[in-house]
């Protein structure tokens, strides 16, 4: 997330590496590259001369106090200004004081609209919410199937009518959800390629049908800042409530983040990082800036640890790490809960320095797959005591995991460093996030 910018970034904050003070010409020079890195990661131009100027006339003159060096303070200011352009703050989601709170869900097709609505709901179920997904994306046959085969997929109700018209079948669904206390309900909207007028009239009739509390534009991240200038004219037809960024896990400029809210003047209320049902993070602007800056968030990787790791299973493990009683069966367990938390890269990237540090490992998160095959193929036995493991046993581990049995020895190996190290972490009461994040077998140098 936010690699290349985070890369250019870097390079340009380093001229003041070995400087006694902040001078006119070397925060010149700076803020030329500094620009530069914004307007290649596709920040809207007003938004990128704006911002160097604004951390430009803070720099000139500052008094640099104390063992504070110039490139701190630099990195300081830098990080302030990232996060007023993003927020200051986290936008929450607002609910009716007269349930059911209404979240009308719009954007382009493609975008992952759909998705974020299943997101959407796991997510606020978790808060105690009842969620009702609605199935008003009548001109896609598709898409009223993906949204059914969500709200299985999750055990959540989707209400659909056989009818073509997207207003009734929205208004019957508040209806529904009233008389069958769902307190919350989720309106999935027709999609288009482009914006056209009978899109646009579609949602504003529905809007003004049912009266949302939220009204979120889904964007695109990767098409940068033709996804901020689309949600603008959908929030100059709409009055959008705020804006969701998807696929920000792949390979993004980071364009889009940093320009939505001072052209768009709503704030960025989600961001999907990933496929899967659990791939939504509330949008946090001063973390965002910490990651952007190569600082990791530490603060969002606790929380996804939180929500996956039950409390007396994780006292469980750090006994058992303790006592020198890891075995592959627990490990097996770690690893099914890890899976669910998102990229191996992502959350190695939270962890402040650990970027940089590991930035030339591959991180394969198909190994996942390998290594489980290759616990699979073992008995229960050899699972909880390893060592019993001799040449035909590695060899029928081996074949019946459609692996190698150098993949096999590896694997043991690293298990075998992995829980050494474990132990004498354990010590600090740190065992727990390293039985979470010291995987064997998941990096390879480049």
Avoid: W
């Avoid at 800036?289 to 530490?298: E, F, P, Q, V």
């Avoid at 890890?338 to 490992?361: C, T």
């Amino acid at each position: 997330m936010f690699e290349n910018l985070q890369e250019k970034l870097e390079l340009a904050l380093k001229r003041f590496r070995g400087q006694a003070t902040i001078s006119e010409e070397n925060i010149s020079e700076a803020m030329r590259e500094i620009r530069r890195a914004l307007l290649e990661a596709d920040v809207n131009l007003d938004v990128a001369r704006s911002f160097v100027d604004r951390v430009r006339d803070k720099s000139i003159g500052k008094e640099v106090k104390g063992s504070l060096l110039p490139e701190q303070l630099i990195v300081k200011l830098v990080r302030d200004e990232l996060i007023d352009l993003m927020g200051t703050h986290r936008a929450d989601i607002s609910f009716s004081p007269s349930p059911p709170t209404v979240i009308m869900v719009a954007g382009l097709q493609g975008s992952g609209k759909t998705t974020f609505c299943g997101k959407l709901a796991k997510s606020l179920r978790k808060k105690g919410k009842q969620p009702l997904l609605v199935a008003c994306d009548i001109h896609r046959p598709a898409a009223i199937l993906q949204l059914k085969q969500l709200g299985d997929q999750l055990k959540i109700p989707v209400y659909s009518e056989d009818n073509k018209d997207a207003i009734t079948i929205a208004k019957n669904a508040v209806s529904y959800a009233k008389k069958f206390a769902r307190d919350l309900v989720i309106i999935d909207t027709a999609g288009r390629l482009t914006i056209d007028e009978l899109m646009m009239k579609e949602v504003v009739d529905i809007a003004g049908a049912v009266k949302p509390t939220e009204t979120l534009f889904v964007c695109d991240a990767m098409i940068g800042q033709d996804a901020v200038n689309t949600a603008k004219a959908f929030h100059e037809q709409l009055s959008l409530t705020g804006v969701v960024l998807t696929k920000l896990d792949g390979d993004t400029r980071g364009g889009a983040a940093l320009s939505v809210l001072h052209v768009v003047g709503k704030p960025i209320k989600y961001i999907g990082t990933g496929e899967k049902l659990d791939a939504l993070e509330p949008f946090h602007p001063e973390r965002i800036a910490s990651r952007i800056l190569g600082m990791g968030d530490i603060i969002t990787l606790v929380e996804k640890t939180e929500q996956e790791f039950d409390h007396t299973q994780a006292k469980k493990l750090e006994d058992k790490i303790r006592k020198n009683q890891f075995t592959f069966e627990d490990f097996l367990e770690q690893m099914k809960t890890i899976k669910k938390m998102g990229s191996l890269r992502d959350l190695i990237g939270m962890i402040p320095g650990m970027d940089k540090a590991m930035k030339n490992v591959t991180f394969d998160d198909k190994a996942f797959a390998r290594i489980e095959a290759i616990i699979l193929s073992m008995t229960l036995k050899e699972r909880e005591n390893p060592k019993i493991l001799n040449g035909s046993r590695r060899q029928r581990i081996a074949h019946g995991s459609g692996t190698t049995v150098q993949d096999v020895n590896r694997l043991l190996k690293q298990f075998d460093d992995m829980t050494k190290m474990m132990k004498n972490i354990s010590r600090g009461g740190k065992s727990r996030m390293m039985a979470n994040f010291g995987l064997p077998g998941l990096g390879g140098m480049k």
